[in-house]
């Protein structure tokens, strides 16, 4: 099979809650002390994937993480119960569901030795997700063991944060060319932090051995980040030749394009204009927090964004007249992960692009309709109904937790992750 877009979905842990640790998420503060619903949740991402199974993708998923993490409390010298509840919080975070922090992956068309390379992130911005990259770094040498096509990197060592494939695009005439790869950084967005380090990303570039005269550099909008675009993917996606992306997006958008455009003529940047759509729609929206793929077969491309997406009349009328003007975009794709986007991550959030050979990776980690029907059966299960804040220094619920995602694994052959 040739080189193929695999989109690996986070599967949604048992410890989702609404804790509010994420300053510049807007939905996240906003939801903060709500109760969560995980089992709903993780069977709303398991949707999604069957909806992507059902355009004819290839689709991936990986598994939560081991919550409460107490191995980082006993770092603090603390523990579940003693903890103060911020530090109980960020331990019992399953914001690892969101697979586009897990890693940067630059596939083998653009790399020097001609494999596709996966490096951790290390989200050291975000103190609940700072302690991910140890579990997410062996799920990915899992995953991607075959060493004839991958090379995994560990994460860059602070104080320069990494926040994966959030902040960062590759455009390209077809998944299996060679391309352009885009690193986005910021410097600073007013009252929240700017999270991606330029020299993350150059750092990020040089372990994936990839040209330099072929990878761009880019400030993302302090505008954006001060609005509440904490990642680049809250305002721009790319596929292949197409760049979809708001007005605002960019610091220095012309130069960008202009750059783009010199090194990939065929670029077709579509432009959402901030008069049309507000950064604040935008935001609130997740119409960027998309996932635009190529549908097989010649179909164009799809745009799976979030059905809040729908329901915001700026936003849809927007959408669809750019659809109905026979562009690049010819379908649109509303899905349900409202647990996810009352978190702040819409459906770009919840995926790991990689393009790839599929009969490269370890097959446990490869979705089908028979896999998706035992995982949901799984959560069904397993999963708690419902999580409020106050309830995670309950012993009980931890004990529930870790035994759910026990019961995972083994559904899914993959108990060497506990």
């Known amino acids: 099979m040739a080189l193929v877009e695999i989109n690996f979905d986070g599967i949604i842990g048992p410890s989702h809650n609404y804790a509010g640790l994420s300053l510049g998420n807007l939905a996240s503060s906003d939801n903060a002390g709500a109760p969560s619903y995980p089992r709903a949740a993780a069977l709303q991402g398991i949707e999604k994937m069957r909806a992507n199974l059902r355009l004819g993708l290839v689709q991936g998923f990986f598994m939560p993480l081991d919550r409460p993490n107490q191995s ?4 603090l010298s603390t523990d579940m119960q003693s903890a103060e509840p911020h530090i109980r919080a960020a ?23 001609g494999k596709c390379h996966l490096s951790a992130a290390n989200l050291i911005t975000m103190a609940h997700r700072s302690h991910e990259w140890p579990g997410t770094l062996a799920q990915l040498r899992l995953a991607f063991a075959d060493k004839r096509h991958f090379e995994v990197h560990s994460p860059v060592p602070p104080p320069f944060g990494d926040e994966g494939a959030a902040n960062f695009m590759r455009l390209c005439p077809s998944h299996g060319d060679a391309g352009i790869e885009i690193f986005v950084y910021g410097k600073a967005g007013g009252p929240f932090p700017a999270r991606q380090h330029i020299e993350a990303s150059k750092a990020v570039a040089r372990a994936h051995r990839l040209d330099p005269a072929r990878t761009l550099f880019v400030q993302q909008s302090e505008t954006a980040i001060a609005a509440g675009a904490f990642h680049n993917d809250v305002v721009a996606v790319a ?22 455009k010199r090194l990939l003529p065929e670029a077709n940047i579509v432009i959402v204009p901030a008069d049309k759509v507000s950064l604040a729609d935008a935001i609130q929206s997740y119409l960027f927090n998309a996932q635009l793929v190529t549908l097989p077969d010649g179909g164009g491309m799809a745009l799976i964004l979030p059905s809040e997406a729908q329901e915001n009349l700026r936003v849809w009328d927007w959408l669809t007249k750019m659809v109905a003007g026979n562009g690049a975009i010819r379908k649109l794709v509303p899905v349900d992960v409202r647990q996810s986007m009352a978190n ?22 490869i979705a089908n309709e028979a896999k998706l029907d ?17 309830q995670l220094g309950d012993a009980a619920l931890a004990d529930q937790v870790q035994m759910a995602r026990l019961a995972l694994l083994n559904a899914c052959e993959l108990t060497m992750l506990a």
């Open 374 to 390: 035992r995982i949901a059966s799984v959560v069904s299960a397993c999963w708690p109904e419902t999580i409020s804040p106050d």
């Open 239 to 260: 596929n292949e030749r197409v760049l979809f992306i708001h007005e605002q997006a960019f610091e220095h958008p012309e130069r960008t394009y202009a750059d783009i």
């Open 72 to 75: 980082w409390l006993t770092g």
């Open 344 to 365: 702040g991550g819409g459906p770009a959030c919840l995926r790991l692009r990689v393009v790839a050979n599929p009969l490269t990776v370890d097959p446990r980690f």
């Open 91 to 113: 331990a019992f975070s399953a914001s690892a569901m969101w697979a586009a922090n897990a890693a940067t992956v630059s596939p083998a068309p653009d790399t020097l030795d």
